[in-house]
């Protein structure tokens, strides 16, 4: 009888130990899914940022301007000749 309560136990501890082995492999292989679709997503929100700033190049520049008070505000290039400026 102890010798059946024995090998009982070891069993149990042997079942105990294999299935911890694997739920912890499982939790690798989860965990490395999602590392694997941070750095995904990491990498697409840097390219955004990098798409994102040269909208802003674009938008600040003064040929965008230009366009934008032409197209938008009627508003026409003086040349430097006829802009005359009062003294201070």
């Known amino acids: 009888m102890g010798r059946f309560v ?3 136990c070891a069993l149990v ?3 105990g130990l294999a299935l911890w082995y694997i739920w912890q492999g499982w ?3 989860e965990l490395s899914s999602k590392v694997i679709a941070s750095r995904l ?9 990098d798409r994102l700033k040269l909208e802003v ?3 600040w520049s003064l040929e965008h301007i ?9 508003m026409k290039k003086i040349p430097p ?8």
């Open 27 to 29: 939790q690798i292989t």
């Open 81 to 88: 000749k006829t802009l005359k400026l009062s003294p201070p």
């Open 13 to 15: 501890a042997v079942t």
């Open 41 to 49: 997503e990491r990498d697409e929100l840097l390219a955004q940022r």
């Open 6 to 8: 024995l090998t009982l």
């Open 66 to 74: 230009e366009r934008i008070a032409r197209e938008r505000l009627g």
């Open 57 to 59: 190049i674009r938008v």
